[in-house]
């Protein structure tokens, strides 16, 4: 069991770099560890109390803030390990229709990331006025090119393109997203074996064990590894399953790419999963959250889970990013879908917003390129 922390006041710059948070009362409680514990390259070599220092945030009340950042940049560092384990460099092809200002922006943070661990990252433009039928034939010619391993299609799409039938027209050993109608199947039909084999890097997994690996939705793969990573480290568990097994857990929102998969994928880890989405009713969420051992929301709506739903001691995976309001400085702030500042006073554990889920969605993206490029060039191997 990680030992607690000592309370101490760091800088405004040291948090916000760090965590990205700015809530009051992370400024007055929280832990952070210097960036001279960031670049240590092997975690597992040093003490204690630095390990915790780095991941964990201790609260006032003993709440622990599971820090995405730092363990996204954790196994970012392991992936860049994939010469010894993948025969080509992974290539993912990111295309975007039109040129809106938002998708730019996520864009940007893809192929930064993965130039970031050496893998190739290629853009495709294609204009605003695009039909689907250009979509598909380019989409058809990088599902022919032995040297692409990954293809996303940025969402949204302009107005008159079936996004669905985009998606399901990318082949299935390249849908590094895991959206396609394909994908959605093997994951509903799965076994727990195939989620624990869809974390972590494929660095560490054998052929066998990526043999069995699914293509799923980044963010709910993150969600996974977050909870993953706590039980392992912070509650001296084996991992994911032991906490969830038999466990209440409640998924409030039900999209496709979010609330959904983590749904289907906490249910094969043997979780005793109940989903709720925005048509629920009030007293409903607030009734199942009263005794809900661990929550994931993913519902869109700016603090919309007060902090007195919450059952005290639960575990608190917060997906929401919701623009709100202005900040001293001018600026709009992020919020997440749970009421924070109320929420850390309850739970043992929370996800931050930002710094929490958000960081590990482009983490488990390039996870699943590799996992791919590791596929096709062991299949293109033993033709």
Known sequence: MLQPLKPRLPTIWSVV?????????YFNYCSVATRSFFS?????????????KIYFAKMSNGAV???????????????????DRCKVTPHLVIIEVGGRDDSAVYIRMKTKA???????????????????????????????????HGILVQMPLPDGINAQLVMDSIADSKDVDGFSTSSVGRLTLSHKENILSSLHSACEHSDADLSKAL?????????????????RTRLSLRGVVELVQGKKVVVIGRSSIVGFPTFIMLSKLNASCTLLNS??????????????????????????????????GSVVIDVGINMVGESVTGKRLLKGDVEYAAAIERVGAITPVPGGVGPMTVTVLLQNTLQCAIRLSNESTNE
Not at 17 to 25: K, L
Not at 68 to 83: A, F, I, M, T
């Open 65 to 83: 803030v599971l820090d995405g950042r730092q363990l996204s940049k954790d196994l970012r560092e392991k992936l860049k390990s994939w010469p």
């Open 215 to 231: 293509m799923a939705p980044c963010t709910a793969i993150g969600v996974i590894e977050i909870l993953d990573f706590y039980a």
């Open 114 to 148: 993965c130039a970031d661990v050496g893998f190739k990252g290629t853009i495709v433009n294609l204009k605003s006025d695009c039909t689907q039928a250009e979509l598909l034939k380019c989409i058809k010619k990088y599902n022919q090119d032995p040297g692409i």
């Open 40 to 52: 240590a390259p092997r975690l597992w070599s040093i003490d204690q109390s630095t390990f915790n």
């Open 17 to 25: 770099n760090h965590c990205g948070i700015v809530s009051t009362r």
């Open 279 to 312: 048509h629920s009713t009030e007293d409903s969420i607030k009734e199942e959250l009263s005794d809900a051992d661990v929550v994931v929301v993913a519902i869109g709506k700016a603090e919309y889970i007060k902090g007195s739903w919450l059952k005290e």
